[in-house]
């Protein structure tokens, strides 16, 4: 049989030395998994959904949401964009509501009724025309009374049409928006009602001439909501709003976006 004859203080010594590393051990892997994480918190990004196109957003990034929401979230230290559910709303707003998505790149105020995990920035991100078109007739859209004499056409769902259309000759409903300006370039109706400036695109991209119906039949605010875990970001994003307002950096947008539309 073989002896250790190790003295014994040195037995106990060694022993002594291994313990002691394990505490700089793991003190060492947990600065490693804060490192990494406090890196994946770096590089995260902040993604609003929103549920329009041209000219809010565009596949190269350069609509007036793409631009606008970088720009904000820039001046709060923040990476952003902007991802796109154009037939998806509800499914948008679910994702926004449970945190799937940071929040809502555009939407009307009062959604946070429905939706409690949402907070509304509490500055307006832009002011929303809903108006009618026309190729042929040519009215003044003082109230929606003035629609009676025409056939009219809106897309299913939007609300702020279903609740107010309520004399007119005709009303024909469609699914979206090539329903809709197609049957006013064929002369199937007399009036279409839509959001102004995605309106003014798509009769660019038709080439039909049509004529916006003055004044707005209604004028909303449109706000960015963010998800309840992004509440501390609220009062900041809304103070970089007002100064990209106030510094011309939100006009330039417009501008470069959204101006160029107008007849």
Same mark, same amino acid.
């Given at each position: 049989?073989?002896?250790?004859?190790?003295?014994?203080?040195?037995?106990?010594?060694?022993?002594?030395?291994?313990?002691?590393?394990?505490?700089?051990?793991? %003190?060492?892997?947990?600065?490693?998994?804060?490192?990494?994480?406090?890196?994946?918190? %770096?590089?995260?990004?902040?993604?609003?959904?929103?549920? =329009? &196109?041209?000219?809010? *957003?565009?596949?190269?990034?350069?609509?007036?949401?793409?631009?606008? =929401?970088?720009?904000?979230?820039?001046?709060?230290?923040?990476? %952003?964009?902007?991802?796109?559910?154009?037939?998806?709303?509800?499914?948008?707003?679910?994702?926004?509501?449970?945190?799937?998505?940071?929040? &809502?790149?555009? #939407?009307?105020?009062?959604?946070?009724?429905?939706?409690?995990?949402?907070?509304?920035?509490?500055?307006?991100?832009?002011?929303?025309?809903? =108006? %009618?078109?026309?190729?042929?007739?040519?009215?003044?859209?003082?109230?929606?009374?003035?629609?009676?004499?025409?056939?009219?056409?809106?897309?299913?769902?939007?609300?702020?049409?279903?609740?107010?259309?309520?004399?007119?000759?005709?009303?024909?409903?469609?699914?979206?928006?090539?329903? &809709?300006?197609?049957?006013?370039?064929?002369? #199937?109706?007399?009036?279409?009602?839509?959001?102004?400036?995605?309106?003014?695109?798509?009769?660019?991209?038709?080439?039909?001439?049509?004529?916006?119906?003055?004044?707005?039949?209604?004028?909303?605010?449109?706000?960015?909501?963010?998800?309840?875990?992004?509440?501390?970001?609220?009062?900041?994003?809304?103070?970089?709003?007002?100064?990209?307002?106030?510094?011309?950096?939100?006009?330039?947008?417009?501008?470069? *976006?959204? *101006?160029?539309?107008?007849?």
């Amino acid at each position: 049989m073989q002896i250790d004859r190790t003295p014994l203080p040195s037995r106990v010594f060694a022993s002594k030395k291994r313990v002691d590393r394990w505490p700089w051990l793991l %003190a060492g892997l947990l600065f490693c998994s804060l490192g990494m994480i406090s890196g994946a918190r %770096a590089a995260d990004k902040i993604v609003l959904n929103v549920g =329009v &196109l041209a000219p809010y *957003t565009t596949p190269d990034r350069q609509g007036f949401l793409d631009r606008i =929401v970088v720009a904000l979230f820039r001046e709060v230290g923040l990476d %952003a964009e902007v991802q796109v559910f154009p037939t998806a709303t509800e499914r948008s707003m679910l994702n926004a509501n449970s945190g799937i998505d940071d929040g &809502l790149a555009m #939407r009307i105020e009062g959604l946070e009724k429905q939706y409690p995990n949402l907070i509304r920035v509490p500055e307006p991100l832009i002011v929303n025309d809903f =108006v %009618a078109y026309s190729n042929h007739q040519r009215f003044t859209t003082d109230s929606w009374d003035s629609l009676e004499p025409y056939v009219v056409s809106y897309i299913i769902g939007w609300k702020v049409f279903e609740k107010n259309v309520r004399k007119a000759r005709e009303v024909t409903l469609v699914r979206d928006a090539d329903q &809709l300006f197609g049957l006013l370039g064929s002369g #199937r109706a007399d009036v279409v009602l839509y959001e102004r400036w995605q309106g003014l695109e798509r009769l660019r991209g038709l080439g039909i001439k049509a004529q916006v119906m003055e004044p707005p039949l209604v004028r909303a605010n449109m706000f960015i909501y963010l998800n309840k875990k992004h509440a501390a970001l609220v009062p900041q994003v809304s103070q970089a709003l007002l100064k990209l307002k106030k510094n011309g950096s939100y006009q330039h947008i417009v501008d470069a *976006t959204l *101006t160029p539309l107008t007849p």
